[in-house]
């Protein structure tokens, strides 16, 4: 049976997009219980997204809306109005946690900020994803994990080498808020923690800026140190380090690239070399020793690239199988999904869509006790409003009257 170390909690979620709501999705993996709470007209704004990989979709089935919503139960509130705040205040009562990333001025005027939720639950843990962080002159400004993350936090251009015509875009989309949605959810098990060990409750904040700035740490503190931002490569420059030619990535004779990240470059030299046929290097005076390989390094790299650039790719990945360094594949998101050890590790797991249908997705990367996750998908719009609903204590007559009202889908 799965472990779930969230079972028995409550989450209340105001969010939409990705960045937020990937923390609920987390949470209904590890057993929390996760109202998503949507616009009872216009619903989740990415749902039916048509934009770039937010428009692929099979039937009921959008990649974009299942990874950072399944598991979690959703009802269409209008929460312009008295009765659909009365709603979610009752919904409020019952929950441990309220997630929310709408801004500070749209949680003002919909009655739902910290002290709105406070007054109805004072122990309830609040958790707000936002762009810029609570404070300063842009806490109230929107924005993207593009934007935020990865331009503002310095990725894009830490990635992108000196003379290249234009910045790199995110590998993926929704990268950083993937990220952002696994760090909330961490915020989330600390506060639940310190409420069962103290009874204090928390405020819990994430930003995607602090997110961002956080994944370049270590570029930032030298940085912070030097006074100097670090220096970036060439578009055209050797594959590897200057100071060690086995970290980095080379060219196979079909174009695609196999990485090598072995920080003991004079530990694993001599396999390496080997393992792409050239044991004349292995005695090499120029590489003979570790000091003399950092020093040659540009040298050693070349007759590295030469070699591993005379095969193609498949053949590397066998006969690298041996190689007792650090080295990875270059996947591409099609790869990942036929990895032998993302399989063996189900860091894919299984789904059935609203249709029925036998879909995967990916799992959160978190597993307790080595026992991967049984996931649901993610719920269509409002599919839940009348249990939840109905749960606050209304009856089937009330809900009726609060459709017809247009408090409810």
Sequence with gaps: MTTQPMKGVRVLEVA???????????????????????????????????????????????????????????????????????????????????????????????KIDVEHIRAVNPHIIYVRGSAHGPLGDEADSGGYDSSAFWSRGGSAVGCTPSDSPNTVLQPSGAYGDSMGGMTIAGGIAAALFARATTGETSVVDVSLLGLGTWATALSVNNALLTGMAPPRPLLGGPPHLPFNPLIGNYRTSDGRFVNLTMLQAGRYWPDVCRHIGREDLIDDPRFDTAEKLMHAAADAGVHVAAAIGAQPYAFWLEKFKTLSGQWAPNNDALDVTQDAQVRANSYIVAVQDAEGNARELVASPVQFDETPFSITRAPLFAEHTDEIVMSTGKTMDEVIELKIAGVIT
């Design 16 to 110: 939409q997009f990705t960045f937020t709501p990937a923390a609920g999705a987390v949470l209904a993996d590890w057993g929390a219980e996760v109202i998503k709470v949507e616009h009872n007209v216009a619903g989740d704004s990415q749902r039916g997204l048509k934009l770039g990989t937010g428009g692929v979709a099979t039937g009921s089935f959008q990649p974009l809306m299942e990874h950072p919503n399944r598991g979690k139960k959703s009802i269409g509130l209008g929460l312009e109005s008295d009765a659909g705040r009365e709603i979610l205040y009752d919904l409020a009562k019952t929950c441990d946690v309220f997630l929310t990333n709408f801004l500070p001025s749209s949680r003002a005027k919909l």
